[in-house]
């Protein structure tokens, strides 16, 4: 047991009473003995001191808590419970740490800063949303937080009460209640109420605020707002009550005071334009703002808070001429304090002059008489029994009577304006639960206290009787819950004060009575409260006066002048004036004293809910003799219905404190703050927690902390509540001091302090224990290392010596044979000499004798090549003589064998058997030629026939067409308009030609100039060189000094810049797209909300399908490119209106580009004919290549055909145009179209369809069979000419055989195979000639390069150093750009190529399906071998797969529904990633390759309105919105991919490039679809988000995995959110990290690209840093050095998780790298400069304000540890000051990176993608 001996020690720390700071710090420097009549004292200035104590008058002082429990966010958690601990508690927490905020309970304190702090923002409001009160720093929003909560969980009322003296942060305290309720349970419909409740403020302020000695906006009356809620806690309406306006103050104010705020914002404002009828001046001119001789505010500016209470009003509702009613009515009060009454001469009578400017606009401003009013202003009526009598006033009556109606004026005035803030507050909606907002005055005492104080003072008895009863309610829940024995606490009970007061014959009810005696004074009031009362505990009487009396209220005795009592209770006011002002001619003000006004009023909101709001002080009555209730009587009912309210609900309670009465910032006045905590509860409930149990400690947090205090055995066992149990018993012998409850330790006050003590001398002994050990290391270390330098120095001095021996033994050795080598090199120098001579003699002879024999052998030579010479000049003659005489030989006999074997030949050509021998082989050949050309014109007849019938049935079905065009054209009229647009048409094409060819004549000018000023240019570069090269050659100093880190880092932030400001682009497109799809979802639900509220049956239409995004217009897409290249037609459009000309556009455009399309074809083989011909002419006159002439005649003609085909087609097709552009302005010109037209118009256009393709394949075929036909004809004849008139006249005779034709047709196949090797020949050698000129030309073009490479490298020789590196960079970038520019051509030329392919291939393509068509039908008819017919079609079907997919507009919805509303992930989990996707694009090439604008914005639309349905529906399922973000993705890919875009198309396959869109230019849908990813991937951050919120804080901050840095047992405060399992359930690392890695390997599956992967990853990282450092901001319970380390060891986890999963390179670790920071900042020393200058460059990423919010929370776990100094933390704030940054304290947390999508193709092809059974997509067809 702990005895007095035991707490008085030497070295213990108390408190000691202080004059001036009411406490004082001391230190026992004797210990102290029970029963010494001295204490012996320390203090903190050295000082001694020497205490009395005395067993009654000075009992022993209060003991000091320990260092480690002061700065406690609870006041209740210090181990010792009394005013000094709680008054220096705030007072460090409040001038160290800047902490305003502090807990006692229940019990929020607020201390008023008189600054403003950056810790109400919308960042911190999203903090304390969700949490529990006890988890987070002490404030005003984790009171609202938790009010919220409990309305919520336990659905009942709550309300916040504020209370406080004057200037002490009331009002501003209620009004961030209230916004953050605003914030939080914003409305659920567009009503604004947040809105409203938050614009009453400046109104109430306005009209019931004032400046006063203590506080410039002190509010001058009590209200209760009540914030009603919905079902779904959404604010839905608001009301307000009012108490006690201190009326008073409108025609009087002390000194340094002002009127309500209202008056100067009018008196500021007057020189308006619309306030010129107020005739207001300078507030100064008007007595009712005058009193306080000071009528400015610093700091406020009265003007721009009028303009702030005007646009409340009007957000509220009050019309604009109801306001200037009220500011009419309150001009004229201070008109009418400037009215003067003058007194007569009598003195008992007075009057006004008429002349009174004052009297006159206060009669017009409220519209009365001014005669009616001047009269009663100085006179009143008498009514007896009998007789009415009209009396004159004195000039005091007149004057008193004049400042009551003042006084009546404006209190009826405030009355309206709240209750029409009411009005614009109610709603219609039926109220759930509610949250009130007491913001009511606090205790005051002044030097001269009247009514008003007296009825403040009883409304705080109250308030005080019920918070005492509500603090021993908890305490008791919380034994009996904790199943502790209950022991009765007393604690201070105020119930005698209060009946006092309003109980039967108290001071009210006697006040009340001599109100209604006729003669009642204030003195005789005076004398009945000392008869009744005097014996009461509660009243005294004082000694000095006999009109003044003392009531004992809990707070401190108040004296009570009675003077003004029963004037102020009364209120009288003058019934003939008030009749008056309901004459006036203002309808508002009348209304304002209408007798029914409020009486059937109130009844209805008052029986439709108990506790609905009106204002407190009912209306006067002006027909009864006592006029109205006193103001006593009716502000004790409207308290009584406050109290039965806050009974109704659950309290919540906020004391705010004055700090100082000078308004200084963070300055602490110990003595006014003991005052304001003794009057406001604060240490009623420090008492009430100090009888009973006050510091309570889970099993955990006290296992955890003194677990220091166990032995092993104890840590043993496994039951923790055990270990506690047996270490108390042991510890604590006397059992009263603590109680073991279920989940809690109970301690009684100073057990905790004990327990610390012991614990700090266990770690002391510990610490002792260890400084022995290591001074004796350290003084055994210093033994071991004199003795090793001992030995060293020995070591060193021996080889010394040994060393200076051996140097001499060196020395003489070296002599020696520097000797020896000295003679040695004398001796070889002579030898050396002397041999150099006698070889240089020997050189010269051998060279002599040399010289000779040389010249011997060069003459030898000379003849041997003369000889040679002769001798083959000799022989080459005589060889030539016997070669030519061979050949003279060779040449006679050889003519001889020719003649002969000539002559054996003719005889042979002569003879028949020879030529029906030459005739056998050819019969066959021939026979084969004529059944080819037999069937060759069967098969053109039978084409001319289905030509024929073909062209017959388009002409019906062009007669058809007139005819309905003609009648068409008959119902129209008259068509002159069309005749004028086509005139206007034609202007409109020659102006354009005129544009061009001014354009070219510009052109060709720009192209002059351009020449120039290239040539300027190159001149000012040579110049500029000559001149960079001089400045070079003059700075080079400078260049040295340079170094190139700087450049580099210039550009690179340059390009940091940049891409800054690219993001924060970027981050404003996405915000404005995700408040467009927070609008669009907010339009869906009012969709939904109405049409439920509709009741209908019956379908209705998403309204989604009307967004801008997802609409279905019924108008085709037009490319941009057409829509230029018809200025013409659009101006027809805009002549007759788009909405009847819009329908047909699109075909318009069709046919227009297909004429344009025919046009280019046409010129195109214009210039080829024109080339042909240029051949053939040339041909023709070279007698070499008349072989070739046939070749070129039948491609000449074949190009002939197919020009003259073409030139025909595009007649046609002109005259179509027209006819199609008459009828649709003729449609487009009607004012009304019926279905019938409709219908018609759409089978004409599948109509001309059909015939244009059907057209287009006929017309292939047709030129190709009319170039067979003329090839073939013109071959014969010319054959058949060329041999009559060459062969058959050579014929001897000129005889015919009989076999004529047979040798003939011999001849001519002979002829034939001649003519054919000819051309081959002549082919190969064209060839081989072509390739020897490109030969020849890329031999000079080569040459022509080396040429001019060797130019350029003698150049380069000539140029400096730096010359030539800027020479060679120009000469690279010119070579890349000819190359780039030669690569373009190629791959022009390779495109046109291409598309020329593409078009036969699908002529051929049609003509397969149709042999295909064919055979398949011919199959059926004759039923012959089915199966095998069937597995060909099949085959061929796979094998010429295009990666198209063909279905049908009707299945359009059922494709939708299986691959998007009705697809689940895990169905295509095992299949390509984003099959969806894959499918839905190749449904879309097919629509582009048939060419059905229709299909393919039918389709897109409605794919892109079924994903967002999708979202919608599954806005919180992760894996849905992946999967859909993948997809998404995907297909936006796919668009860009295939879109035919070279920018796109630089990885694709020559396969894939094959699958490219050819018709429609997606460039729309792809920035739809870009849109939509951006939103699916925001929903897809916030599903993350909202899963890892609740984890968060717990797995980094609180979870403890690194073994022995755990925090060391110190509470969170037990809020009333305490359950008994303890609190929510912990989250660990490894959760998180879990839960992060199964986001990250959902996307993989999904085929998400790893790009965004990698952006979500980096999201979510900004997520955890955000939530973490926030808390750690808020949370002084982590600030420490193992919460630092365990931070640090956490983020290490959560790299190497990165590491693990390859994301750490994508920047995910910047994101964290504040976290990083904070946690080191936790770690770091904190004492010196040095210090402070490591801290200021370590956190680099933090904010000042966040680097000084963790050091002031920096709170140690134990005595060994110091707390960092306030010094230390201004010496950061010095370093710091110059910084800039961001001023915000916690991180948005709502902040999101701008999302990129990186172009990612696909490297799969599409004919290779397959879709799987499980889908039933049968209805799918793979073309």
Known sequence: MTTVSDLYVKYTRVWIPDPEEVWKPAEIIKDYKEGDPILHLKLEDESTLEYAIGPKDNQLPFLRNPDILVGENDLTALSYLHEPAVLHNLKVRFLESNHIYTYCGIVLVAINPYEQLQIYGEEVINAYSGQNMGDMNPHIFAVAEEAYKQMARDEKNQSIIVSGESGAGKTVSAKYAMRYFATVGGSANDTNVEEKVLASSPIMEAIGNAKTTRNDNSSRFGKYIQIGFDRRFHIIGANMRTYLLEKSRVVFQAEDERNYHIFYQLCASACLPEFKDLALTSAEDFTYTSFGENIFIEGVNDAEDLEKTREALSLLGVKESHQMSIFKIIAS?????????????????????????????????????????????????????????????????????????????????????????????????????????????????????????????????????????????????????????????????????????????????????????????????????????????????????????????????????????????????????????????????????????????????????????????????????????????????????????????????????????????????????????????????????????????????????????????????????????????????????????????????????????????????????????????????????????????????????????????????????????????????????????????????????????????LLHHKAIIIQRTVRGWLDRKKFLRARNAAIVIQCAYRRVLAKRQLKQLKIEARSVKRIKELNIGMENKIVQLQRKMDDQSKEYKNQNEQLSVTNTALGTEVNKLQKELETLRSRQGDNTQLTSMQEELEKLRAALQESHAQRKRLEEEYSSEKLGLEQRVEELEKENSMLKTEKEEMNQKIRRSTSSGGQEGSASQKEARLQAELDEERLRYQNLLKEFSRLEQRYDNLQEEANYAKFAPGHRRNPSNQSSIGSESPFPSIAMSDVSETDGVIQQIDDMGPENAAMDLSVFMKLQKRVRDLEQERKRLQTNLEKMEELSQHKAIDPKNSTSEVDGNTDLAYNSLKRQELESENKKLKNDLNELRKALVDRASESCSSNELQDSYNLLLSQLKAANEELDVRKEEVLMLKTQIVSSSKATPDNTNHINSNNVSEWPNNKMPIDKEEALQAYQALSEAKRLLETQLQSQSRKHQDELEALHTQIEVLKEDLEKKQETLNHFSTLPPEALVEFSVQQEITRLTNENLDLKEVMEKLEKNERKLKKQLRIYIKKVQELEVSQAVAAQSSRARPELTRQVTVQRKDKDFEGMLEYIKEDEALLIRTLVTDMKPHVVSATVPCLPAYILFMCIRHADYINDDQKVHSMLTSTINAVKKVLKKNNDDFEMTSFWLANTSRLLHCLKQYSGDEAFMTQNTSKQNEHCLKNFDLAEYRQVLSDLSIQIYQQLIKIAESILQPMIVSAMLESGSLTGVKPMGYRNRSSSMDCETGGPGGYTLEALIRQLGQFNTIMGEHGLDPEIGQQVIRQLFYSINAVTLNNLLLRKDVCSWSTGMQLRYNISQMEEWLRGRNLHQSGVMATIEPLIQAAQLLQVKKKTSQDAEAICTLCSALTTQQIVKILNLYTPLNEFEERVTVSFIRDIQNRLQDRIENKQLLVDTKHTFPVLFPYTPSALSLETIHMPASLNLDFLVRV
């Open 333 to 857: 009060i201070l008109h009418l304090g400037n009215v003067e009454i003058v007194s007569e001469r009598d003195g008992e009578s007075c009057h006004i002059n008429r002349d009174d400017s004052h009297l006159h606009h206060f009669c017009q401003l409220l519209g009365v008489e001014l005669e009616q009013m001047e009269h009663w202003l100085c006179h009143r009526k008498l009514v007896t029994t009998s007789e009415t009598y009209v009396k004159n006033m004195s000039c005091a009556q007149a004057t008193n009577a004049r400042d009551a109606l003042a006084k009546h004026i404006y209190a009826h005035l405030f009355d309206w304006i709240v209750e029409h803030v009411n009005k614009a507050l109610h709603t219609s909606s039926k109220q759930h639960s509610f949250i009130g907002v007491l913001d009511i005055y606090g205790f005051e005492t002044f030097e001269i206290n009247s009514f008003e104080q007296f009825c403040i003072n009883y409304a705080n008895e109250k308030l005080q009787q019920q918070f005492n009863s509500h603090v021993f309610k908890l305490e008791q829940e919380e034994y009996m819950k904790e199943q502790i024995p209950w022991t009765l606490i007393d604690f201070y009970d105020n119930q005698p004060c209060i009946d006092l007061i309003e109980a039967k014959l108290g001071i009210l009810d006697l006040l009340d009575e001599e109100c209604k005696v006729p003669k009642g004074t204030d003195q005789n009031w005076t004398q009945k409260l000392y008869s009744q009362h005097l014996k009461s505990d509660h009243f005294e009487k004082p000694r000095m006066s006999n009109t003044s009396f003392i009531v004992v209220h809990f707070a401190d005795k108040v004296e009570y002048q009675c003077d003004g009592f029963l004037e102020k209770n009364r209120d009288t006011v003058y019934e003939e004036q008030i009749n008056i002002l309901k004459a006036s001619k203002f309808q508002l003000v009348a209304d304002l004293f209408q007798e029914g006004k409020e009486g059937p009023a109130p009844p209805p909101s008052g029986k439709s809910s108990r506790i609905n709001v009106r204002p407190a002080k009912p209306a006067i009555k002006g027909h009864n003799r006592e006029h109205r209730k006193t103001v006593g009587h009716q502000f004790r009912n409207s308290l009584h219905l406050l109290m039965e309210t806050l009974n109704a609900t659950t309290p919540h309670y906020v004391r705010c404190i004055k700090p100082n009465d000078s308004k200084e910032a963070f300055v602490f006045d110990s003595r006014r703050a003991v005052q304001q905590l003794r009057a406001c509860g604060v240490l009623e409930t420090i008492r009430i927690s100090a009888a009973g149990y006050p510091s309570r400690w889970t099993y955990l947090d006290f296992y955890s902390r003194y677990r220091v205090l166990m032995t092993k055995k104890d840590m043993t066992v496994g039951d923790k509540k055990q270990v506690c149990r047996n270490l108390l018993e042991s510890l604590i012998k006397d059992p009263d001091k603590f109680q073991f409850g279920k989940t809690k330790i109970f301690f009684r006050a100073g057990q905790v302090a004990y327990l610390e003590k012991l614990r700090a001398d266990k770690f002391r002994f510990a610490c002792i224990k260890i400084q022995k050990t290591v001074r004796g290391w350290l003084q055994r270390r210093r033994y071991l290392k004199i003795r090793k330098s001992a030995i060293t120095l020995q070591r060193y001095g021996r080889g010394y010596l040994a060393r200076k021996h051996a140097e001499y033994l060196r020395l003489t050795k070296a002599a020696l044979i520097c000797q020896k080598q000295y003679r040695m090199v004398q001796v070889r120098r002579a030898y050396l000499t002397i041999r150099q001579a006698v070889i240089t003699i020997q050189a010269f002879t051998r060279g002599m004798f040399t010289r000779r024999l040389y010249q011997e052998f």
